[in-house]
């Protein structure tokens, strides 16, 4: 079973427009991160946010986490048509190490 | 230096045939990972090692999926008697140390349809 859920399930924005992504998940937390994946280069880590931080940035993205709502938003900042793929959130709870991934988020950037 | 990559990148089975996926994972990488992905879903665990040493196997669906890591660097998932529910892209992922503590290198997927 998949812990996290993204919100929204689609989007479809203009270029250079900034993009939202929400991850709800269910459990107490070590660590969440993001993920973007297309077919072109498959699944790639973006960005770790570890439970005693807030926020995170990194080049254009921006990540925050609320642990007390157990949830994190994922902004893309100056949106790229570069930048269509699907978006998922995975959590690492307590000391294990497995990923556990929410249902995703596609996002389409229009040029 | 070379990702993970994964063998074979696409694979049809006949329903009842056995079938076997490889993992080469970042040289040096301790940790390595299966996942499943469905159409449309996040990747879901499947098992997970340590060098060489099965830690976790609790996400196989059935005792129909094996996977081995006999030397601690490429793995195999082996799928026998494959049924129509094992479609899916099989990922492998592998991680420098401790997994969980830092990111996660995924290979490109072996999407297996089974017809």
């Known amino acids: 079973s998949q812990q996290g859920e993204e919100d929204p399930q689609a989007l479809s924005i203009q270029e250079g427009e900034n993009a939202t992504m929400n991850c709800s998940y269910k459990t107490s937390i070590n660590n969440l991160q993001w993920y973007r994946q297309n077919s072109g280069r498959g699944l790639v880590h973006l960005i770790l946010i570890r439970s005693n931080e807030r926020e995170k940035h990194s080049g254009r993205l921006r990540v925050t986490l609320d642990t007390s709502k157990k949830s994190s938003s994922l902004l893309i900042t100056a949106s790229r048509a570069a930048d269509t793929a699907s978006y998922f959130c995975a959590t690492v709870v307590g000391s294990s190490y497995k990923l556990i991934f929410g249902s995703g988020t596609r996002l389409l950037v229009r040029p | 230096g070379a990702g993970v990559s994964q063998s074979p990148r696409y694979k049809v089975a006949k329903r009842g045939q056995d079938v076997a996926l490889r993992c080469d994972p970042i040289s040096g990488h301790v940790s390595l990972f299966w996942y499943q992905q469905a159409l449309g879903q996040g990747p879901e665990f499947l098992t997970y090692f340590q060098n060489e040493a099965q830690l976790d196997k609790s996400g196989l669906p059935s005792d129909r999926f094996f996977a081995e890591r006999p030397e601690g660097s490429v793995s195999t998932l082996k799928i026998q008697r494959t049924q129509q529910e094992d479609s899916a892209v099989y990922l492998c992922?592998?991680?420098?140390?401790?997994?969980?503590?830092?990111?996660?290198?995924f290979g490109p997927g072996t999407r297996l349809t089974v017809l």
């Open positions: 992922a592998s991680s420098f140390r401790l997994a969980g503590m830092n990111e996660q290198f």
